[in-house]
């Protein structure tokens, strides 16, 4: 069964995540960027954690999590080894403010039938030992997922065709290139925070959020992590993702500053203050890579998957959550493709939805 | 007129000189390193300042020194644009026992006839407006000099020829490879902390100081700034190296780590805080680079330069002052290869005055 040809804008996770499930489902797919698997994707930490992501409000965005979630270990099986790890999560509270905060996400969780695990500092240090002794509360989600993301986009790109050039327009089944054209039946444009230049209607709903990560190894002697680490110092959100190989990556930062992608002073002290008040022994660590990432954050943290005009789909606005909602991203795109109903969690993220 | 052939082991600066000024006397000169520019050179951060390094009981550092600084402009114009830079050097105190440090040092440099202006907070100020509201007193030193040792060392580069290898012994005439030889009539041992390794002599005298610096350039809208500055933060000294391009290279921790060029998180960490407290615009520079090299450092921070049996000359040890020795030493070396007395001031450089 031939399906027509599609061409995708933007090789991170979610476009890649589309182009490859587009391809088995039958679909002709080129992906269109000058340098795939550069962007948020590849800076980000891979966290699969919907669950301590919730807040008042925003459970559509927790439904669409968790049933990408649940889809993640299948997704992760057919792609081969992109470093799953089923550890869990746990966040710990700093000072009394973070865990009165923590308290509101654990009492809101338990309200809609998503009770964690709630944990004194002692219990959070039996969890992590390498936890400071200043953490006073936290809690314990052992169903989250963590993917190590530069091998999950390895992976797909390997798998994927390319042209190595920058999308300056598309229209109905045509990209525009510097000096010249693909043409397709569909345009996917999932070009992240890049988007809302590809499309009038993506002008004011996505905006760029500039984030930056650290990337370290344990020095000599320095203690392992087990969990994704996330915690609240004074109210900063900061995060520690382990990997396989006891390398660990260290963020966010949060601010917006356009487009620019400098790793600067300040966040680079943001982020290693507020770690080592978490995990002291983090400043045993090495420091292997510092660089900074464009979310593509949306008014309502929901990501914009649906038609834009026949001919034109888009995929973005996923903030935090691209690796996260890689696979329902793509099992939507796909149901639009093909004129299906998309999966139900997947509803909010349509266009008419708001 | 001939004078036969050296083989130089170690292309830092030490070795590049001692290299490059052979050559131009006649001398037949290969240097033996398997990564050229990659060691201590490469990381620091240029400053040509003996007098700020001066302590009581170091005076013939300071003699040696005060030598190669007035070698200095000389030696930058036969060889070009290397980013020398004459705004000199401010000295700045951030605590009570800071300012009391200074007060040391100034005093110690009055009674040996050299004078440095000491300066108010506000006078510090005035001369460095980036410089915090926070620090309590200073010291002025107009004549030091800043030199770009990147550009330095490519211009060296650019003047030697190279046996990619690394150096597994040498003796009289003779540097051992893994599978092959070079001969010659005399080896200089330039290999910096590596250098304890090719002659017994040496094992005891050097011994390896690690360091890591930060590379760091101006953000959107970030205070430049004109001197080197140097500071006692808590007395743990820091410095700013500012470049023609408003980069400016922020160093140095120490410690002793053995050979590991791995740059700590506690090293980032440290030196990120004790820059901003002395220039709390430092938070909106971009960090560009960071990176640790090994030291030479020697008993009495003095460097040995030297005979050490017929036929192996040794300069090494140079510690936190390669770039600022290398004229000197590069004249010491000459005249000891050629027989003539070396200049005045690097007589305590010799292993007879240890």
Redesign the interface.
Known sequence: MVQGKIAVVGAGVIGLSVAWRAMNSGWRTVVVDPQPCSGASWVAGGMLAPVTEAWPGEEPLLELGEASLRAWPEFAAELGDVGLRTQGTVVAAFDAADAAQLTILADHLASIGRDVGRLTGPEIRRLEPAMSTSVRSGLSVPGDLAVDNRKLLEVLRSKAEFIHQPARAVGNGVVELDNSTVDCDVVVIAAGAWSRHLHPALNSLIRPVKGEILR?KP??GAVPLGRTIRALVESRPVYLVPRENGEVVLGATQYEAGY?T?????G??DL??DA?RVVPG??????VE?AAGIRASSQDNLPVIDWLEPGILVASGHHRNGLLLAPITADAVLALLNGNPVPEAAAAARLESR
Do not use: N
């Open positions: 370290l020095g000599w620019d400098q790793v600067m002073v300040c680079v002290r290693l203050a080592e983090i400043s045993e660590y090495v420091l510092s």
